[in-house]
């Protein structure tokens, strides 16, 4: 009988510990996923999906800036240290098709809103030269098949943000069609395409398949973001980002000292290969000296009199290709010559323009726009009053405007100087520029709308999470 009686006890412990088990709240005791109790969710997150064609690029602090020699003494990019939070980035630059796929989509779903599509077409004669013959490649570089795996140009800062929004929506439709929630949809037209954003809101259905659980008296319901189902926006690297991945000094550090200094992005300081079978061939694609774009008949060495294809040469050490060579490449930042002297050491970026989703009268979502997006405004004064972190929306000028309030610019662009609001800065060596451009710590400037035959660009996203987690390839 003692035995039986223990027996009951053990079996009512475990159905009372079974009862407090981890599907409980630690701050109220209430069980998680259960309709008796309010249905509040809670889902197990295995990490990060990485994205297709993403690297994972764990984070951590570097000097950012330029330690050689400044030879244009520009005095732009001085040296200092700063922490970048781990993230993913494109392995390659955005190719040809990449950007002609984009353009098909534009052009098959905004059927009435033609100029979508003609206002994100690269402009092809950026490859024009006064004096030089370059009309083929204005003719057959975007668009010949030969030409697909080579990295797009004439593309501006505004058209490669534009593709950056498209592609997280691709992306996740993708994953929303993967994990059964919705059904292709190729008749999508105008207002009614899936946006990541206008789905969550509630202002997208699509052709529905199944929905998610729900633990509430519906039983059922949309996918949300806490699901953790939807990747987080593609867009471009900030500054800091795209210089911390181009050096990849992963393997360089011991017991948190980094003794070395790469002046390119891979180790040591030539611009050719010094190991292996492939001992003295050029790292990169650029511009040798004068005349000199490609190397001998029958010896060529980058064997690219411009552009090569995104896989050509051997990538850094965090698997990116053409960090230094083939085209420069856009970053999110607004340019300023003293951009290292700002005071924020974790993630610095100019350009932040603080929005808020519009909504009507009585607190509701204005409807999406005639694209299917989710309509923003920026946020005011008045709404900020209390707010201790910013006041306006527009901090592209913080701190270096000679009156911050009013708003009144230092450059008075195109008379003093080129510098404005709009002046993008671009990093990174391309197919036509020498040594000196191949280091990461340099920099310079476009208006957002204008582009260049040796300018292109690759996507980056955030690391949501643990800096070391992340879940399997796409």
């Known amino acids: 009988m003692k035995k039986l009686a223990n027996l009951v006890f053990l079996a009512s412990l475990a159905i009372i510990l079974a009862s407090c088990s981890g599907e409980r709240s630690k701050t109220t005791g209430w069980k998680y996923n259960d309709v008796k109790w309010g249905g509040f969710e809670r889902h197990d997150y295995k990490g990060q999906e990485v994205g ?14 330029q330690v050689e020699q400044d030879v ?13 939070t781990s993230f993913y980035m494109d392995e390659t630059e955005v190719t040809n098709i990449d950007y002609r796929e984009y ?47 080579y990295p797009v140009v004439g593309v501006n800062w505004i058209q490669a943000s534009g593709f950056a929004a498209w592609r997280t929506d691709r992306v996740n439709e993708m994953i929303m069609i993967r994990e059964g929630f ?21 202002q997208y259905e699509g052709l529905v398949k199944k929905k998610v659980k729900s633990y509430t008296a519906d039983k059922e319901r949309r996918v949300r973001l806490e699901d953790g189902i939807m990747l987080p926006d593609y867009r471009l690297p900030t500054e800091a980002e795209w210089e911390y991945a181009a050096l990849a000094q ?14 390119y992005p891979w180790a040591g300081h030539s611009l050719r290969m010094e190991k292996t079978r492939h001992r003295g061939k050029l790292m990169l694609n650029m511009r040798r000296g004068r005349g000199d774009m490609m190397g001998t008949a029958s010896e060529l060495n980058d064997a690219s009199a411009y552009t090569s294809e995104v ?18 490449e856009w970053v999110l930042d607004v340019y300023r010559p003293l951009s290292l002297e700002d005071i924020v050491d974790m993630n610095p ?25 989710v309509v923003y405004r920026e946020v005011t004064l008045e709404e900020n009053i209390d707010r201790r972190n910013y006041k306006k929306a527009d901090n592209i000028g913080y701190i270096d405007e000679e009156n ?6 230092m450059y008075n662009y195109s008379y003093s100087s080129l510098v404005n609001n709009k002046a993008r800065i671009y990093k990174g060596g391309s197919w036509d520029d020498r040594a000196y451009w191949q280091n990461p710590g340099t920099r310079r400037f476009l208006d957002e709308e204008q582009s260049l035959s040796t300018l292109g660009f690759r996507c980056a996203m955030v690391h949501v999470g643990d800096a070391k987690r992340h879940s399997k390839n796409f």
């Open 52 to 65: 297709p064609n993403l690297v994972f690029i764990q984070g951590g602090t570097f000097t950012m800036g």
């Open 72 to 84: 244009r003494f520009d005095q732009n990019a001085y040296p200092r240290k700063i922490t970048v």
């Open 103 to 149: 353009c098909y989509w534009l052009l098959r779903v905004f059927v009435d809103y033609m100029e979508v599509y003609d206002q994100a077409l690269p402009d092809t004669n950026c490859w024009r030269v006064k004096l030089g013959y370059n009309e083929p490649m204005v003719r057959y570089y975007f668009r010949h098949p030969n030409f697909n795996d």
């Open 182 to 202: 919705l059904k292709p949809n190729p008749d999508q037209i105008n207002e009614d395409n899936f946006n990541t954003e206008a789905y969550l809101a509630g």
């Open 250 to 263: 992963v393997g360089d550090a011991l017991f948190e000292n980094v003794n070395t200094r790469r002046m």
């Open 311 to 328: 896989r050509a040469y051997w990538p850094n050490d965090y698997g990116l290709y053409n960090m230094g060579g083939n085209v420069s």
């Open 349 to 373: 970026y100019r350009g932040n323009v603080f929005l808020v989703p519009d909504k009507d009268e009585d607190g509701y979502l204005l409807e999406k726009d005639s694209l299917g997006r």
């Open 404 to 409: 911050y309030e009013a708003g009144s610019q």
